[in-house]
């Protein structure tokens, strides 16, 4: 049996590591992007570790000022009264990166290994025959493979096309979703703030999630809610920073753009026959940072080697899902405290929060570790007491060990190999998170 074709539907970090995986073994790969190669992207800088891409044999170093530190962070509450600052570890091996150079990089890579990659063609649904997808439509026409991968993001067309009921979530709720604008102002003096970067929770008493960071050459702002919002909020967020960043400068150097985050647990279904999503359209970001481009490249990798596993078979959902599992057991694994954590801390009001990190019910402990710190006998006792004068938010906050009860539960119902019921029975678990 020759080679299998493989479609790729957008130029996401996943889906371009499977393209370069499978091209390099001998795949005939075809990619379909609707932009053009110079406006891949977000034009801002993210979270990577450089490793992972290392492995890859995916080189990073060209390019100077392409890779920025990793900076400690600030965490501060609504009122501005409270900072706690932790220290991020192993920031020999993180780095932010420009994620326009880093797209270029991954797509020349996958070029040079043989991928095809068509810019300029924007995938409008998926092709779909007798509970199988067959291939892609676009506006230049219906293309045709044993496989296609769905790199097309949050609002991919290609999921949002698929049958209702194979189970796979067509679109993400807004509840899930975190809605961003970013933009990088001139640094006027060159100053960098200690720490470098401050996260707001609640700023300006809006749900959600702001940032700054102050570099030699910008200051990167960040606001973030937890709803749809537009120019007023961004603005009346981007002065408040402002005020405490007296060299921030006016003139944008880079983004101004508003972009939606997936912010949830991986899908609880993301392959099926001839089918397999990555990347944010799968829901493969942090739940409680939006850091993805790690778990992307390395779910099209772990895609990538289900796919080469089975050569002369077909590409069907009980094959494919070798990848959903191995995913979510071997990357995925240490999402669930986060998940967890930010449904609480969305349920809570800024009063709430003021009231944690002034009582020190929420510190630096909780922040570095996800949400899930130890304590000795006396904190908790301590924490407990603090609580009772906010006792309406004990049933909120009893629901977090419950939750991770049922975490516990439903990795270990996770069957290894598909089948309907045990599918079904892991499913149910896994939605109570």
């Not at 299998?4 to 130029?11: H, P």
């Not at 890579?109 to 924007?122: D, F, L, R």
């Amino acid at each position: 049996m020759g080679k299998k074709t493989v479609l790729v539907a957008g130029c996401g970090h996943g889906g371009l590591s499977a393209a370069y995986i499978l091209a390099k073994n001998g795949y005939e790969v075809k990619v379909f992007e609707k932009k053009n190669y110079d406006e891949l992207g977000y034009d801002w800088h993210d979270v990577i570790y450089k490793p992972d891409f290392d492995s890859l044999e995916i080189d990073l170093t060209a390019g100077e000022g392409e890779l920025l530190p990793f900076y400690d962070a600030a965490y501060t509450n609504p009122k501005q009264s409270v900072k706690l600052v932790v220290e991020q570890n192993g920031s020999s091996t993180l780095y932010c990166a420009d994620r326009r150079f880093l797209l270029k990089r991954l797509a020349d890579t996958a070029a040079n290994a043989g991928a095809e990659i068509n810019y300029g063609v924007s995938v409008t649904g998926a092709v779909v025959k007798n509970s199988e997808v067959k291939g892609i439509s676009t506006d230049k026409g219906d293309f045709y493979g044993d496989l296609v991968i769905d790199s097309a993001g949050i609002d991919s067309p290609v999921r949002a096309s698929l049958p209702a009921s194979w189970g796979i979530m067509n679109e993400i709720p807004e509840s899930a979703t975190f809605y961003t604008y970013r933009a990088y102002f001139e640094n006027l003096t060159g100053e960098v703030s200690s720490p470098p970067q401050t996260i707001y929770f609640y700023h300006c008493g809006k749900k959600g999630m702001d940032w700054s960071v102050t570099d030699e050459k910008f200051i990167d702002v960040l606001v973030g809610r937890f709803y749809p919002f537009g120019e007023d909020d961004a603005i009346e967020a981007i002065e408040d920073v402002r005020k405490s960043i007296p060299f921030m400068g006016e003139k944008i150097v880079r983004g101004g753009s508003f972009e939606k985050i997936p912010l949830r647990l991986s899908l609880p279904l993301f392959v099926w026959n001839g089918y397999a999503a990555v990347g944010d359209s799968a829901c493969m970001t942090d739940p409680l940072s939006g850091s993805g481009i790690n778990n992307s490249v390395k779910a099209g990798a772990m895609l990538a080697e289900t796919v080469m596993g089975a050569r002369s078979g077909r590409l069907t959902l009980e094959t494919l899902w070798k990848y959903q599992y191995d995913y979510l057991t071997k990357h995925a694994k240490n999402k669930y405290s986060p998940e967890i954590t930010r449904k609480m801390l969305t349920a809570l009001s800024a009063d709430d929060i003021d009231y944690f990190f002034e009582k020190k019910i929420l510190t630096e402990r909780e922040l570095g570790s996800g949400g899930k710190a130890d304590y000795t006998a006396s904190e908790t006792i301590g924490r407990a007491l603090a609580f009772i004068p906010k006792l309406n938010l004990l049933p909120a906050m009893a629901g977090v060990p419950y939750k991770n009860n049922i975490a516990a539960k439903s990795k270990k119902l996770l069957p290894e190999k598909y089948s309907y019921d045990a599918y079904m029975k892991w499913r149910k678990e896994y939605e109570k998170i």
